[in-house]
């Protein structure tokens, strides 16, 4: 299968690394179009594929395109590829930016889904959610696809943003936390680059045991002994209100996507 990219940003960078790391199992072909033809030129070369001259020619050579642009710039890269798209599966990972709006920007009847990926995508762990959309048995194609960098997760549209919010974004909110812990370990003594090899080795490590019980509560109670040191630590993470500003984070995320809508 030839999968066409347009857009050679961060996104569909982890995507072709994921699909093109030795050794995976039916990988596809790639082809890349971007407005800076040197991006895709570097993507093909870096993930091996085609760079395209146009994004019309990238959708002719494509069986599946994937649309891997800023969200306001969505509308502008389908509408110069809607004479080209015809029966091809058009597949967006743009946020906010809804089924509705991608079929008036193509021809009636276009075969178009979402998918929110995240950048964990390059080691074949990424979690995908997909709203099918109008793809009807071409569903599996394109699950099979993603599938190849990590797992897939069928959600409706109404619920997509929150999904996003909760998973899509949590790679930056985990190295955002990562961040902060490694300054907290450095302001108590420890040099930079241990604290962040710690942080990282901790939550590498805090994700594995909370899979394998497949519960954060009885991670929680198993790790935080009551008068123990990760018991202080929680004790003070909830007075200072972690939950709330949780929720408020994942509020944000949600209400950025609708302004994108
Ligand atoms: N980054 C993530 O972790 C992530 C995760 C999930 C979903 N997404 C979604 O993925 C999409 C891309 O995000 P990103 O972070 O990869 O952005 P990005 O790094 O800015 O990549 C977008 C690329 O598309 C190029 N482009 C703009 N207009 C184009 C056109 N008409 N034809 C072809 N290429 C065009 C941009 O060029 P210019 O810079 O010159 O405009 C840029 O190189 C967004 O819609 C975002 O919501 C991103």
Redesign the pocket.
Known sequence: MNVGL?????????LAEGWSRPGVPGAPSLSF????AA?ARELAAACGGAAAVT?AALVSAADLVIV????Q??E??LK?VRAAVGERAVV??????TLARLQAALPTGARVARV????AAALGQGLFMLVPGTLGEGVAQVEDLFALAGDVVEVEEALFDAA?AVA?CM??IIAHLVAAFAAAGVAHGLAEDVAVQLAISGVYGAAAIIAHEGDPATVLAAAATPGGMTAAAVDVLEERGLALTVDHAVAAAVARAKE?A
């Open positions: 347009l857009g050679a940003g961060h996104i569909a960078h982890a179009f971007d407005i800076d991006k994004a891997a642009v800023r969200p710039q969505v502008d890269v110069s967006s990972v743009a946020a906010g930016v929110m990926p995240n950048v996003t899509g790679p930056g994108l």
